[in-house]
C-alpha cells in the first residue's frame, strides 16, 4: 500500500517561500516510471497541478507557476519538495502531493495540508 504525507507550516506570511514535503512509504520515488506531483485547490476553485518531479528527477512545472515553483527530492528519506515563492493570499490553498502514472492519472493522493497565506 503506498501512502503519501504532506508536511509544512499551515501558515505563510506574504512575501514569504512555502515550503511543503511529501513522505512517501510504500514505494520508492525511483521506481520507473512514475512520477512525484504537486496539486493544490484553493477556495471555490478546482484542482490545480503545479508540477512534478519524475523517477530519474526531472522537473516539471505548470507554466503559470514555473517562475516561482521548484520541486526537489531526498531519495535517501523517500521524500519530495515543494517551495514556492512570493506567495499572496491567492496561494491559499489545500496541497496535495501525489503519484501520477504515465497516461496522466493518479492513484495514490496525501491527505491534503491547508495552507493560509496571510499576515
Known amino acids: 500500500q503506498v501512502q503519501l504525507q504532506e508536511s509544512g507550516p499551515g501558515l505563510v506570511k506574504p512575501s514569504q517561500t512555502l515550503s511543503l514535503s511529501c513522505t512517501v512509504s510504500?514505494?520508492?520515488?525511483?521506481?520507473?516510471?512514475?512520477?512525484w506531483s504537486w496539486i493544490r485547490q484553493s477556495p471555490g476553485k478546482g484542482l490545480e497541478w503545479m508540477g512534478a518531479i519524475d523517477y530519474s528527477g526531472s522537473t516539471y512545472y505548470s507554466p503559470s507557476l514555473k517562475s516561482r515553483t521548484s520541486i526537489s527530492r531526498d531519495t535517501s528519506k523517500n521524500q519530495f519538495t515543494l517551495q514556492l515563492t512570493s506567495v499572496t493570499p491567492e496561494d491559499t490553498a489545500v496541497y496535495y502531493c501525489?503519484?501520477?502514472?504515465?497516461?496522466?492519472?493518479?492513484?495514490?493522493w496525501g491527505q491534503g495540508t491547508q495552507v493560509a497565506v496571510s499576515s
Open positions: 501525489s503519484r501520477g502514472l504515465s497516461n496522466g492519472r493518479y492513484d495514490y
Open positions: 510504500g514505494d520508492s520515488i525511483t521506481t520507473k516510471y512514475y512520477y
